[in-house]
């Protein structure tokens, strides 16, 4: 029964220090831009270093764009939603056409609850298509569908 105690304090423990904000842990990264620390978990959660791919305005939605992971194989997407009034319904993406023909399409999880910020693992299609990018697609609550893209790296 001890045993069981001290297992439940140390599962609690682990739980509440790996809180979706990172800053308690990274002192020196407080001068960073909300876009710069989502890109620096990233580093921390995937390996590597974030590349920045863009940013997207849909109807007034700011969607900046990370990228980790090698295009070759799976990479994923960090996509930080700035102007949100409430979380959409879906956010999915793929590498390719917009028409989404022989790619696979990823669905994003969210990071953080209280923020808008997402990840979403894609892996590029054996074949690229000329004029592949890489697609985010949003469905809203309402079913209304934004899609947008940005050039691949």
Request: proline fraction near 3%; charged fraction near 25%; aromatic fraction near 6%.
């Amino acid at each position: 029964m001890k045993n069981l105690f001290l297992y439940a304090i140390v599962l609690f423990l682990c739980f509440s220090l790996t809180c979706c904000d990172q800053d308690a842990k990274h002192e020196d990264h407080k001068a960073e831009t909300k876009e710069e620390k989502h890109a620096h978990n990233h580093e921390h959660q995937h390996g590597g270093t974030a590349q920045k791919l863009g940013t997207l305005v849909m109807e007034g939605v700011n969607i900046a764009i990370t990228q980790s992971g090698d295009i070759k194989s799976e990479i994923c997407l960090g996509l930080q939603l700035e102007n949100v009034k409430t979380a959409p319904k879906a956010i999915r993406a793929w590498i390719g056409l917009e028409d989404a023909k022989g790619s696979l399409k990823g669905l994003a999880s969210r990071v953080c609850e209280e923020d808008y910020d997402y990840d979403v693992h894609i892996e590029a299609p054996k074949v690229l298509p000329e004029g592949s990018k890489i697609w985010i697609e949003i469905e809203k609550n309402e079913g209304m569908i934004w899609k947008g893209s940005v050039d691949l790296p």
